[in-house]
């Protein structure tokens, strides 16, 4: 399965102006890399799966947002969005922000 090209065009329009951000295809979706770590993709599932500090995960969980599960395994530190938390574009930034923002300090440990 395809990721979905809309919500890729989204994210692409969320994330635009960040210096270092990379597209890749990678797991069936789009990646969006910050400065050489993945941070938001557009999934093979239609959904947006973000990259997030482990340790604010659990906190943010909810009926539109669950922990990703690849393999039968859970990715600690990722979530799984599904359309109706990134369905408005204040929303998708709002997760691009918290995304890129992660990434970036990755970048500095």
């Known amino acids: 399965m395809a990721y979905d090209e809309g919500l890729a065009d989204r994210i692409r329009d969320a994330i635009d102006g960040?210096?270092?951000?990379?597209?890749?295809?990678?797991f069936g979706g789009l990646a969006f890399?910050?400065?050489?770590?993945?941070?938001i993709a557009a999934n093979s599932k239609g959904e947006a799966m973000v990259h997030l500090d482990p340790e604010t995960t659990d906190d943010l969980l909810?009926?539109?947002?669950?922990?990703?599960?690849?393999?039968?395994?859970?990715?600690?530190?990722?979530l799984d969005l599904d359309s109706e938390a990134t369905a408005s574009d204040?929303?998708?930034?709002?997760?691009?922000?918290?995304?890129?923002?992660?990434?970036?300090?990755?970048?500095?440990t």
């Open 90 to 108: 204040t929303e998708l930034a709002e997760w691009v922000r918290r995304t890129v923002d992660y990434a970036r300090s990755q970048s500095r």
């Open 33 to 39: 890399l910050v400065d050489g770590h993945m941070a």
């Open 18 to 26: 960040q210096p270092g951000v990379v597209e890749k295809r990678m």
């Open 62 to 78: 909810g009926p539109h947002v669950t922990r990703t599960i690849m393999r039968g395994r859970e990715m600690r530190g990722w």
